[in-house]
């Protein structure tokens, strides 16, 4: 019974699709697969894995652990980025990396201080100095393989040993090699960032000790570049405060000649170097003197001796000597004294000594990298333009708005010539006929959108009509074969009542002829008439399939029409 029903549902669904238009069975084709696409893709989104970094950078032989770990727990991965990569589905990453810590992968046992761990009692001074070596190594390989874009790095450390009987001390020095990925290159400050790491984490070594180099063979860093920087950032930096300088001239000079009118082009000389000044200067104080000592002689006798000696005195200290006939200095004192002889030989003298206080201010500057030593200004205006302006005034302007210094031997020029416009008209037309290019092709699109609209508008139109139709005549074809069907009704009940008294009148003449006159009274004694079965089985087939029987007279009507 259920197969019948599906049955007859199938030809139900296949006689209205054939009874629909052409439009109509192309919007249910197109449905369908529209649906049937959805689906598919729908399907595919959710059985589709996706999957995240479990862990990367790893070393071969902990990537090769953690994946006989995920194959023995029987979890999907891949690998990626030359193995060193290991990545699961993401809704077990966060389980899968607690087991794997549980199971104490990554273990990393070739590199970084886990080395320590293996040394024993017996391990001799110079392997631990190695084993601390190559520990300190893996650490910073470790610790630079964490910056974005570095896919991989090595480092060697040349440490020299200390000796307590040699004055002469080495200082340590290190070479890193880094590599990128592809397509990918290390910026100038990342790889100063490399060259302070490195030099920060080993004792006593210092920046300008590091040399950096990547995988291709270019060096990034070599002695002497961290502490003035690299070329690559001076000259990026130069570069930067040029186009600074000639953007601020060059939007001064739009306001006088017009936009792309000018041209300005700004060459500077930036010092880079570091430099320390160191200033001392002395000035008197107003306090009082630190200390103060006074002498006072006096001689008296007869003779003039004492007025012959050269040293103006017999007794003492004069003229600055001592009696070894050294020469007394003293920075910070002041001496006064007077002295005199008579002719009878008497002497007197009078000294003062004040050590006074000075006052010393020491300045120390040291001058900031990227101060300009020369700057050279070009400005070149258009003539056409530029015929009413004073080149004076806007060399002037210029020289201010550049801060030009004429003592550190900047220069500046200004000139009027006439500029090339073939180059700026060619640019002007492709630009032109770019943008009418442009409105057409919008125009266009446009057009193609509103055309598509305009199908679909027109298709639904149709699909609503033909709609609109078919429901229209299937209410008159129902309304007709139900007005049929009442005529079948009747006509059926007519030919049962015809048939029964046929059957009647048969049965009482079969009877008179017998002599039944029993069954003559009775009238329905007799079998009942073959013609009034089948009448009886045509009407309970009309009760029980209408359907049915509305479509064979659907089909008696059709035909009946051609």
């Given at each position: 019974?259920n197969q ?5 549902l ?15 069975k ?9 649906v049937?696409?959805?689906i598919?893709?729908y399907?595919?989104?959710v ?15 902990d990537?090769s ?8 727990q029987?979890v999907?991965?891949q690998?990626?980025?030359g193995?060193?990569t ?6 077990q990453l966060?389980?899968l ?5 549980a199971a104490g ?12 761990d ?5 391990t ?6 190695v ?6 190594e ?5 610790t ?5 874009g ?8 040349a440490i020299p040993t200390k000796d307590?009987?040699?004055?002469d001390t080495?200082?340590p020095t290190?070479?890193v090699?880094v ?6 290159k290390?910026?100038a400050?990342?790889v ?8 920060s984490?080993?004792e006593?070594?210092?920046p300008?000790d590091?040399?950096?180099a ?7 860093a070599?002695?002497?570049?961290a ?5 690559s ?6 570069a930067?405060y040029?186009?600074?300088v000639s953007?601020?001239?060059q ?12 041209v300005?082009k ?22 009082p ?6 002498t006072?002689?006096?001689?008296s ?11 103006g005195?017999?007794?003492g ?5 001592d009696?070894?006939?050294?020469t007394l200095?003293?920075d910070?004192s002041?001496t006064s004294g007077t ?14 000594v ?5 006052n010393?201010v020491?300045?120390?500057r040291q001058n900031?990298?990227?101060?300009v030593?020369?700057?050279g200004v070009a ?15 806007i060399k002037e302007?210029?020289?201010?708005a550049?801060?030009?210094?004429t003592?550190r031997?900047d ?12 180059a700026a ?6 630009l032109a ?8 092709s919008e ?11 305009g199908a679909v508008?027109?298709?639904l ?9 078919r429901r229209k005549r ?13 005529e ?7 030919t ?10 048969k049965?009482?003449?079969?009877a008179a002829?017998?002599?039944d ?18 009448l009886?089985e045509?009407e309970?087939?009309v ?9 064979l ?6 035909t009946?029409?051609?």
């Open positions: 019974m019948d029903r599906i049955m007859a199938v030809r139900r669904i296949g006689n209205g699709f054939k009874a629909f238009t052409v439009g109509q192309i919007v249910v084709v197109g449905g369908v697969l529209v049937a696409i959805g598919w893709v399907m595919t989104f059985n589709t894995t996706n999957y995240s970094p479990l862990f990367t950078n790893l070393a071969a032989k990537a652990s953690i994946v006989d770990k995920l194959t023995a029987g999907a991965y690998l990626a980025d193995g060193t290991v990545e699961v589905p993401a809704d966060y389980s990396r607690l087991t794997m810590a992968l990554p273990a990393s046992e070739d590199t970084g201080y886990s080395l320590l293996q040394q024993g009692v017996t001799s001074e110079f392997m631990q100095q084993t601390y070596q190559r520990a300190l893996g650490e910073l390989t470790k630079i393989k964490s910056i974005d570095v896919t991989g790095a090595s480092v060697h450390l307590v009987f040699s004055d080495s200082k290190a070479s090699m590599s990128t990925g592809a397509g990918k290390l910026s400050e990342q100063q960032t490399i060259v302070h790491l490195v030099a984490g080993v006593g070594m210092d300008n590091v040399t950096v990547g995988s291709d063979g270019t060096v990034l070599t002695a002497g570049q502490a003035s920087g690299s070329t950032t001076q000259q990026q930096e130069t930067a040029e186009a600074r953007s601020s001239l939007s001064l000079l739009s306001q006088v000649v017009g936009a792309n009118h000018a300005v700004v060459t500077a000389d930036l010092d880079f170097d570091t430099a320390t000044t160191k200033t001392q200067t002395y000035t008197k104080s107003d306090a003197a630190l200390s103060e000592s006074t006072s002689e006096k001689y006798g007869t003779g003039a001796g004492a007025a012959g000696s050269s040293n005195g017999v007794l200290q004069t003229n600055g000597t009696g070894n006939g050294s200095t003293n910070t002041s002295s005199s002889t008579d002719s009878n030989g008497s002497y007197s003298q009078d000294k003062a004040r050590d006074n206080a000075v010393s020491i300045e120390t900031a990298p990227g101060q030593r020369k700057l400005v070149l205006l258009d003539k056409t333009t530029a015929a009413n302006a004073d080149l004076a005034q302007l210029a020289a201010s550049v801060g030009l210094n003592t031997g220069t500046l020029a200004v000139s009027a010539m006439a500029f090339d416009q073939t008209n060619a640019n002007a037309q492709a006929d770019q943008q009418v290019t442009d409105q057409k125009q266009f699109t446009m057009i193609k959108q509103a055309a598509a609209a508008l027109l298709l139109l149709i699909t609503w009509l033909a709609t609109r139709g299937a209410r008159v074809l129902q309304a007709a074969e139900m007005q049929r069907l009442d079948i009704k009747i006509e059926l009940e007519r049962r009542a015809a048939a029964l008294e046929n059957a009647e009148e049965a009482r003449l079969e002829a017998s002599g006159l029993a069954a003559i009274g009775a009238g329905t004694g007799g079998d009942p008439n073959p013609q009034e079965r089948k009886k045509i309970a087939l009760d029980e399939q209408p359907d049915e029987v509305a479509r007279l659907r089909g008696w009507l059709a009946k029409g051609a």
